[in-house]
């Protein structure tokens, strides 16, 4: 199935400047060739043309312009899957090492942006908060990321928890000093400046066809050019699940969405550090520039922008904030996620030797950098570390079948969300 995207009109594209990259055009060599121009391409793309291969981008609208350019903002280590669930299927040794190269991931956004362009870090810290009072499973949370995973997370009680995110909503809460929140969009559209002056060939509005072996070479064909390339990296998400049939038919889409309300003046939210809470399908927010607040939320597995999507968010802030008042909604948009059925990311090669990166959730922001750094040692340098992933190889996501599962279980963590909250004492 495919998606057709475009910049939609939301704070980060009002925010950022682009630049045009041509149309793949005739016949086009290469060493390799990346498919999609997210933070999974980019990063890959990028990182092999600085290890001296020769690399074409291949992006079917503007890079950026998905889910890589519309998110949250929010990084941190870890992954969509809780560690905790992580450790269980594949042990602790194994647990302790894909968490660190997604400490890895998380410390290459830091870096890229702190060495180019600062500002694009728009605050530091992730506050955590539970909806109800902790019956002990948020400290012992806590307790055990800091002793096996090396993480510096503090436990806050109510009281400080409402310090600096003022609502009645909320009980105890946990705190990262590492995470940090950034505009994605201008990240996205830096690592795409930085990759071109680096060599690497970017072309938009080239949507891939069709991808074919031709001897020990790959030929990739968009409209109007044929591309021949010695590796291929599928990095489109769940925007073509039809390109690469094998990391495809595991992806399911799912959507989630974000209002950025006008500047406000505000005594609810307290900090400059990003926020949300603990729930299985919660809110995140932070405040950006001018005072104004971002607001994400809400997943489901359909396609098209719900109706009213503006006022359903609003409704949304002021069950957490009143005191927020009536603000008004400046921009309200949706974007589309790749989950994999066990919600880790996909990162191989297929028997045909072709690479896939894909399936990275609702935490792509340091997991998509992870994964260009190790495919990228992989084909440049032949390191085998990518294989740590292979316990989460792609499994068939039971197409429309999966979409009707992944929405009901959303509603049933949704109904468990809400009777975690009745037991909660009224403050
Ligand atoms: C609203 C929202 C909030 C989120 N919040 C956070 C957050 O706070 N923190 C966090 O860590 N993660 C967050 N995420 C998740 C994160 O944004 C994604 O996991 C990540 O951006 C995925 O990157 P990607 O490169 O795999 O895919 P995408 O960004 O979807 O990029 C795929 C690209 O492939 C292109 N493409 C598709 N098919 C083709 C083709 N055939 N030929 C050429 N190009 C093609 C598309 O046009 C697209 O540009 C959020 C996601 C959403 C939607």
């Known amino acids: 199935m495919r998606h057709d995207v475009n910049p939609v009109a939301s704070w980060y594209e009002a925010t950022a400047q682009r630049d045009a990259y041509p149309e793949a055009l005739g016949e086009i060599t290469a060493d390799a060739c990346v498919i999609g121009g997210g933070l999974a391409g980019l990063t890959t793309a ?15 609208a503007r890079i950026g312009c998905a889910a890589s350019g519309r998110n949250g903002g929010f990084v941190s280590n870890g992954f969509a899957l809780g560690i905790d669930s992580v450790e269980k299927r594949v042990g602790l040794a194994a647990a302790q090492a894909l968490y660190g190269f997604s400490k890895e991931g998380t410390d290459f956004v830091r870096q890229t942006i702190l060495a180019n ?140 969405y974000v209002a950025v309300t006008e500047p406000l003046q505000q005594d609810s939210i307290r900090t400059s550090s990003a926020a949300s809470d603990t729930r299985r399908a919660g809110d995140y927010y932070r405040l950006i520039d001018e005072g104004r607040l971002l607001w994400g939320g809400r ?27 009536n603000p008004r909604i400046d921009y309200a948009w949706a974007g589309l996620m790749g989950y994999a059925i066990h919600k880790m990311p996909l990162i191989g090669r297929d028997a045909d030797g072709q690479w896939f990166a894909t399936g990275f959730g609702g935490h792509g922001l340091n997991t998509t950098a992870m994964a260009g750094l190790l495919i990228s040692r992989a084909i440049a340098d032949g390191d085998d570390s990518y294989r740590r992933f292979a316990p989460f190889a792609p499994d068939w996501a039971f197409g429309q079948l999966g979409r009707l599962g992944v929405q009901g279980s959303y509603w049933w963590m949704q109904l468990r969300d809400r009777i975690d909250e009745a037991k909660a004492p009224a403050s």
């Not at 930085?194 to 968009?222: P, W």
């Not at 489901?300 to 904030?321: C, F, H, I, N």
Request: charged share 20%.
């Open 117 to 256: 362009q600062p500002e694009l870090i728009m605050g530091h810290g992730w506050r955590m908060a539970l909806r109800h009072p902790d019956d002990g499973g948020l400290k012992a949370y806590v307790d055990m990321l800091n002793s096996q995973f090396g993480e510096q997370m503090t436990y806050a009680a109510p009281e400080e928890t409402r310090k600096y995110l003022n609502s009645a909503r909320y009980f105890h809460s946990l705190s990262s000093a590492t995470a940090f929140h950034i505009h994605p969009l201008r990240y996205a559209l830096l690592l795409g400046r930085l990759a071109a002056s680096a060599g690497l060939r970017i072309f938009e509005r080239s949507r891939a066809q069709s991808v074919s072996k031709e001897g020990a070479s790959f030929v990739v064909r968009t409209e109007r050019a044929r591309i021949t390339a010695r590796h291929i990296v599928h990095c489109v998400s769940a925007l073509d699940t039809g390109l690469h049939r094998p990391s495809g038919r595991a992806i399911l889409p799912v959507a989630t």
């Open 299 to 325: 997943i489901t597995t359909r396609v098209s922008e719900p109706s009213r999507l503006a006022e359903r968010m609003k409704g949304d802030m002021l069950s957490v904030y009143p005191g927020l008042g």
């Open 46 to 60: 990028h990182e092999l043309q600085r290890r001296g291969l020769s690399t074409v981008l291949l992006e079917g």
